[in-house]
Every structure is written in structure tokens, then in C-alpha cells.
């Protein structure tokens, strides 16, 4: 079966840093870009960035370029999402999902990370 | 970027009523990067469309998906109870992604 697990949630206070993780199982992890997606509190999806596991190309929402930094561990067969300084607003949801390669719509997801970023 | 806009905002429908669900590009799409996902509360979205017509594997025959251009449209033909949900547009184009703001469907 085809799984993105994610990791636990996570409290931090606003200028601290932070990496989330995503690591699939069931398949041939390379064969699939990772995409991240943000969803904040009682509102809609947000395309944050996706990575190809494969070669690392990555691509950024222009919303989030120069805000997160996608990654992955091939032998590791997980991807991370990273911040430097987390500001209040980075509060959410953060869901990573496949993305088959040729297609582009994301089939499998996982459960998503609760990162809340308080004082 | 090309911006998604869903309507209606929220659909209020009884079990068996038909649900049609529109979204609007802000320029032409290539129907082949089009998607559509359902969201329940608490849960991750899941993939029904794809293709803008194509239905995801496990994923019932009352859900399709049609369109072209600018305009496409989700299709519920017999609403369920388990139905309730948001659905969310999806995007790709320009090398980016872009997702509608969601359509919340009630059951009455």
C-alpha cells in the first residue's frame, strides 16, 4: 500500500526553526515527486512547493519562494519541509502528497503536521 | 498565476438531489492538468478527478467531471450523506499550482 507518513505536531515560538517530514512507503520513492501543501486554519489549500525525488529539482510557489526549503533523503525515502525563522502566520496544516510523474495532480497524501507558532 | 475561482460558495442539497459544481479559471487551462478533490473534516483531501474527467481509482460512478477552457464542472448526480464535504479545484499551469477556494456541500 502506498503511505506518506508524516511527522508529529509541532509548537514553536515565532523566529525559531523547524523541518517536518514526509516519508513514503509502498513504492518506488524516486518514481514520484513530493508536493507540499499548507492549509491554514478554517481555510482552503495552498501550494506551497514540490520536489522531485529523483534529481532534488524543486519548484516554489511564488507566494512561499524564499520562505521554506523543500529537500529529501533519498535513502531515507523522505522529504522535509524546513523553516528558518517561523512567524505566527506559518500556522497550519502542512500536507505533503505525490505527484506521479507526467501528471499533474497529487493522488496519494498524507495526514498532515500541525505546526503552530506561538509566544 | 492563474487564479481559481469555485462556485457556489456553499451548497445546501437533500440525498438523492443532483450538485453542480463550478470552477473558473482566470485564463485557459489544459484540461489535462485539471483536478478535483473532496475534503472532510479532520482528513486529508482526497484525489476524485483527474484529467478534469477522469475518476480516481475507488471513487463512485455518481462523481464526474467535465469542462474545457476556462470552465469546469463537478458533477454529483445523487447525493449521498457521506457527500458532505468541501471540494477544492485544482491547477497546473505555468509552472505552478493553483487551487479554488472550495465549494462546502451540505447535506440537509
Redesign the interface.
Known sequence: EVQLVQSGAEVRKPGESLRISCEGSGYSFTNYWI?W?RQMPGK????VG?INPADSET?Y??SFQGQVTISVDKSLSTAYLQWRSLKASDTAIY?C?TRPNF?????V????TTVIVSS | ?IVLTQSPGTLSLSPGERATLSCRASQSVNA??Y?W?Q?KPGQ????LI??ASTR?PGIPERFSGSGFGTDYTLTISRLEPEDSA?Y?C???GS????????TKVEIK
Not at chain 1, 109 to 112: F, L, P, R, S
Not at chain 2, 44 to 47: C, D, E, H, T, V
Not at chain 2, 95 to 102: A, D, H, I, Y
Request: hydrophobic share 30%; net charge neutral.
Open positions: 508536493a501543501v482552503g489549500l495552498e501550494w514540490i519548484r510557489s511564488p500536507y502528497a501528471y499533474y495532480y497529487l493522488d497524501w498524507g495526514k498532515g | 498565476e489535462q492538468y483536478a478533490y475534503q486529508a483531501p482526497r484525489l483527474y484529467g480516481a468541501v477544492y485544482q491547477q497546473y509552472s505552478s499550482w493553483t487551487f479554488g477556494q472550495g
